[in-house]
């Protein structure tokens, strides 16, 4: 069976449902950024006034949720359309020497699809899908053309040995910095910690040149930056943006970062960190710049969303709290509450999304692949079985398709984690893949009523909590690659 994903969607998008020619897509993926850290949706420190600029201009959607909370199995369901419970990669594997768990040669891939219809497709930025060479390869998934991070371990340093340029490595570096050091004693300063190519500048100028070589012919460009995941490794023009008190101990700032915690010291983190927001805001800029020199703004669809919450209070320096990056949601990065799954998206469409719209409707990553393919008039695939609902109404102004099954994430890691959200009901069950894991119960949350996920209503709700339980199990299948040994073929808990 044929996974379908997000490229191959984008294949057979021939003409607009406004009747324009062929529009070009664009998505862009942030690298967990926080649902809190855009200016358009509350962020009072972190100045990102491209991307604010984009909200003014199209759509905001308040409740759009990952299909993952970490890295490579968001990317999948994004890719693919599949949610975690049957998708094929549910978290972070690490192949050695170089890669992640890869897409399977089965996996259909929007890629793939805006290919077979005429399409140019690239990738520029963090892949995580497979290894070169491997049937997870971006160039066996659709994509024509790939530059950036094949690597998540790669991905941690800003100024890495090399990049990837489809099969070939490409040195950047002949100094690179590792993304992981410890400093506990000495004078700490975040510019020691730069070498001579910055690698996030080299991904925006070869996307660039994609988007100036197929000017001329439709094209589906993916653009999973890297920003603003650790370590922090900001040019330091951007630091310099942000006041030094927020660092300065004597001024009642936090002081420095040793590393202790993870990635690389700074003298400057919560500097350092709102500026890696603004390098990523400054980047998505340059890309809406291109894209109105040259003409096409009118006949291109933007979307901008990120792969999952930010990171976790400490974590690489990293100072959530200060920044409300999750305007007061529970949970971060790794976690399937709110904070962990909620995340911010944008989406521009001259002619058809009307500007300054804002969205409660609950949507996430599935979605994406049938809203693209009706957009696409795309024939999908028999026995396909596609997790999402078209958001086509909702762009147009209506009210979102209901839909036919809920929300549902079956994480692989920290413990073993199932959430499934229906309405405004929604439930967590943690540890799964602990030994005590049978000892564990549902927590549910009335999510219109209590956002931050406070009031655990199971006891009192226990027929909401057995219906989405069931419809989980429903869909789950086995994948021998991320078993959890409790839950693998039972029909209920």
Request: net charge neutral.
């Given at each position: 069976m044929r996974i379908i994903t997000i490229a191959t969607i984008l294949s057979f998008f021939i003409v607009s449902c406004e009747g324009m020619s062929q529009p070009?897509?664009?998505?862009?993926?942030?690298?967990?950024?926080?649902?809190?850290?855009?200016?358009?949706?509350?962020?009072?420190?972190?100045k990102t006034p491209h991307l604010d600029r984009l909200a003014k201009e199209g759509l905001r959607l308040t409740q759009h949720y990952t299909g993952a909370p970490v890295c490579a199995p968001a990317r999948c369901v994004l890719l693919t359309g599949k949610n975690l419970a049957h998708s094929e990669i549910r978290g972070n594997k690490e192949i050695r020497p170089i890669g992640q768990q890869p897409l399977s040669s089965e996996a259909l891939t929007i890629a793939e699809v805006f290919k077979k219809r005429g399409y140019k497709t690239g990738a520029f930025g963090k892949w995580g899908l497979g290894a070169p060479g491997t049937s997870g390869d971006p160039n066996n998934q659709g994509f024509d053309y790939?530059?950036?991070?094949?690597?998540?371990?790669?991905a941690h340093s800003y100024y890495p040995e090399y990049l990837?340029?489809?099969?070939?490595?490409?040195?950047?570096?002949?100094?690179?910095?590792p993304g992981h050091l410890r400093k506990l004693k000495g004078i700490i300063k975040g510019s020691d910690y730069r070498s001579e190519t910055y690698a996030p500048d080299l991904i925006l100028a070869e996307s660039l040149n994609f988007i100036d070589k197929h000017k001329n012919s439709p094209f589906f460009l993916y653009l999973p930056f890297v920003e603003p995941h650790m370590a922090m490794q900001s040019p330091q023009e951007i630091i310099d943006r942000y006041p030094k008190e927020w660092d300065d101990v004597a001024l009642g700032g936090k002081g420095p970062y040793n590393g202790k915690k993870g990635y690389l010291p700074h003298d400057r983190p919560r500097a350092a960190y709102a500026a890696m927001i603004s390098d990523l805001d400054d980047h998505v800029g340059a890309v809406l710049s291109r894209l109105k020199k040259l003409g096409l703004d009118q006949n291109t669809i933007i979307i901008f969303t990120s792969d999952n919450g930010p990171t976790w209070n400490g974590l690489g320096g990293a100072d959530p709290k200060f920044f409300n990056s999750t305007s007061g949601l529970r949970g971060y990065k790794g976690s399937c509450y709110e904070g962990g799954l909620r995340i911010p998206c944008i989406v521009k469409w001259p002619n058809v999304i009307k500007p300054g719209q804002v969205s409660?409707?609950?949507?996430?990553?599935?979605?994406?692949?049938?809203t693209l393919s009706t957009i696409a008039n795309a024939s999908l695939p028999k026995n396909n079985k596609l997790d999402g609902i078209d958001m086509l109404s909702l762009f147009k102004g209506g009210e979102l398709t209901t839909r036919n099954s809920p929300m549902i994430w079956d994480f692989y890691e920290y413990g073993g984690i199932a959430a499934v959200r229906d309405g405004d009901w929604k439930i967590i069950r943690r540890n799964l893949r602990r030994k005590n894991a049978e000892n564990m119960n549902w927590e549910l949350y009335n999510i219109a009523n209590d956002p931050e996920e406070k009031k655990d209503l199971a006891a009192s709700h226990s027929n909401i909590v057995k219906r989405l339980e069931k419809?989980?199990?429903?869909?789950r299948t086995i994948n021998e690659n991320f078993r959890i040994p409790f839950v693998d073929g039972k029909k209920e808990l």
């Open positions: 070009n897509i664009v998505f862009i993926l942030a690298d967990d950024l926080g649902y809190g850290e855009l200016g358009s949706y509350g962020q009072e420190k972190i790939f530059f950036g991070y094949n690597c998540q371990r790669n990837q340029k489809n099969q070939e490595r490409i040195q950047i570096n002949k100094n690179p910095i409660n409707a609950a949507t996430y990553f599935p979605d994406w692949f049938p419809a989980w199990l429903k869909t």
